[in-house]
């Protein structure tokens, strides 16, 4: 099956200005050869605009260009000169029809409309990691920070800073703001293909006047980490070891093992030696292979307390990759 990573969006452009949209498709072999086009929603029919074939509509002649550029697994599309009745809905997609695989997005144009633009493109493997370092924007680092995703009807909200985790989020995502510079961190973990899309950053509540800045997340080929078991099932009074994995050749300068609830992971115990007064005597890390690129977590004395989420997590001073793990604790036999 051919499968395409492309990304909708809302688009504003402003009368005699220009927008520039950026689709992204997994970059196989059929999809790199395939048609790419872009075309105008009109009663029903989605009429091409501009295609990799080299067609172009005489009515858009010396305003639109499409760069395809296979090997990122993207294309761009670029309208100039952009009138009033540019506005309506599009598609962008790939097939020999316009009707095989796309995605729609509404393209707005008036005599003062801001541009609404992707400003910066995340890419994270498959059952891998992607961390989004949001600005601080201009309301106090005390506010509450928030994350949503993009779709046809809004912006829907996946994690705040008070707490919230969507639905399918549950254990794999994070909301960290950072005391300092009042940014704040996303991070996502267990990549699913369906987590590729447009997102946004929020300062305090979301509204039209929020952040322009959005996130083009685009989820790709597999990791070469080996799938770790996702559940671990202990005995209360007993142990279990749980054993971490990362890429050997990251150069990680911190490894660590962190508890996960509402979207927040509290760190436990690390590689340089620390442990949370709550684990002293019960948690260590004995292990810390580096040519193999993993280590492992010894937990004894379980408490009922303990099940729960749980990170495994590696990173240096550009790069964080964690994984997550959900801990059973079942009373033992008497």
Same mark, same amino acid.
């Given at each position: 099956?051919?499968?395409?990573? /492309? /990304?909708a969006?809302?688009?504003?452009?402003?009368?005699?200005?220009?927008?520039?949209?950026?689709?992204?498709?997994?970059?196989?072999?059929?999809?790199k050869?395939?048609?790419?086009?872009?075309?105008?929603?009109?009663?029903?029919?989605? @009429?091409? #605009?501009? @295609? =990799?074939?080299?067609?172009?509509s005489?009515?858009?002649?010396?305003?639109v260009?499409?760069?395809?550029? %296979?090997?990122?697994?993207?294309?761009?599309?670029?309208?100039t000169?952009?009138?009033?009745?540019?506005?309506?809905?599009?598609?962008?997609?790939?097939?020999?029809?316009?009707?095989?695989?796309?995605?729609?997005?509404?393209?707005?144009?008036?005599a003062?409309?801001? *541009?609404?633009?992707? #400003?910066e493109?995340v890419?994270?493997?498959?059952?891998g990691?992607?961390?989004? /370092?949001?600005?601080?924007?201009?309301?106090? $680092?005390d506010?509450?920070?928030?994350?949503?995703?993009?779709?046809? =009807?809004?912006?829907t909200?996946? *994690?705040?800073?008070?707490?919230?985790?969507?639905?399918?989020?549950?254990?794999?995502?994070?909301i960290?703001?950072?005391?300092?510079?009042?940014?704040?961190?996303?991070?996502?973990?267990?990549?699913?293909?369906?987590? $590729?899309?447009?997102?946004?950053?929020?300062?305090?509540?979301? $509204?039209?006047?929020?952040?322009?800045r959005?996130?083009?997340?685009? *989820?790709?080929?597999?990791?070469? /980490?080996?799938?770790r %078991?996702?559940?671990? @099932?202990?005995?209360?009074?007993?142990?279990?070891?749980?054993?971490?994995?990362?890429?050997?050749?990251?150069?990680?300068?911190?490894?660590?093992?962190?508890?996960?609830?509402?979207?927040?992971?509290?760190?436990?115990?690390?590689?340089?030696?620390? *442990?949370?007064?709550s684990?002293?005597?019960?948690?260590?890390?004995?292990?810390?292979?580096?040519?193999?690129?993993?280590?492992?977590?010894?937990?004894s004395?379980?408490?009922?307390?303990?099940?729960?989420?749980?990170?495994?997590?590696?990173?240096?001073?550009? =790069?964080?990759?964690?994984? %997550?793990?959900?801990?059973?604790?079942q009373?033992?036999?008497?």
């Amino acid at each position: 099956m051919v499968l395409l990573l /492309l /990304l909708a969006a809302l688009l504003q452009g402003k009368v005699g200005g220009s927008i520039t949209h950026q689709c992204f498709y997994s970059t196989t072999p059929a999809n790199k050869h395939d048609r790419k086009y872009w075309c105008k929603m009109t009663r029903g029919v989605c @009429s091409t #605009i501009i @295609s =990799t074939t080299g067609y172009t509509s005489e009515d858009y002649q010396g305003r639109v260009a499409l760069e395809d550029i %296979p090997q990122k697994g993207t294309f761009m599309v670029t309208m100039t000169e952009l009138k009033e009745n540019d506005t309506g809905t599009y598609q962008c997609g790939i097939g020999t029809t316009n009707r095989d695989l796309y995605v729609r997005l509404e393209l707005k144009v008036s005599a003062d409309a801001g *541009v609404f633009r992707l #400003i910066e493109l995340v890419q994270g493997k498959l059952r891998g990691s992607a961390m989004v /370092l949001c600005p601080s924007g201009d309301t106090p $680092s005390d506010e509450k920070r928030s994350w949503c995703k993009l779709g046809r =009807t809004g912006c829907t909200l996946i *994690v705040d800073t008070d707490g919230y985790v969507g639905m399918g989020y549950q254990g794999r995502i994070s909301i960290t703001p950072q005391k300092s510079s009042g940014a704040f961190k996303i991070l996502i973990n267990d990549l699913k293909q369906e987590d $590729s899309g447009l997102y946004r950053c929020g300062m305090g509540r979301f $509204s039209s006047r929020d952040s322009p800045r959005v996130v083009a997340l685009q *989820v790709t080929r597999a990791s070469t /980490l080996p799938r770790r %078991p996702k559940l671990l @099932s202990g005995t209360v009074g007993g142990s279990l070891s749980v054993k971490c994995h990362h890429d050997p050749q990251g150069h990680y300068e911190e490894k660590y093992l962190c508890r996960w609830k509402g979207g927040s992971c509290s760190l436990l115990v690390d590689a340089a030696g620390f *442990v949370h007064q709550s684990y002293k005597g019960r948690i260590q890390i004995t292990s810390n292979d580096q040519e193999n690129g993993t280590y492992t977590v010894l937990m004894s004395c379980l408490r009922e307390e303990d099940a729960g989420w749980y990170w495994c997590g590696a990173r240096n001073r550009h =790069t964080e990759h964690t994984t %997550p793990v959900k801990l059973f604790i079942q009373r033992g036999r008497w």
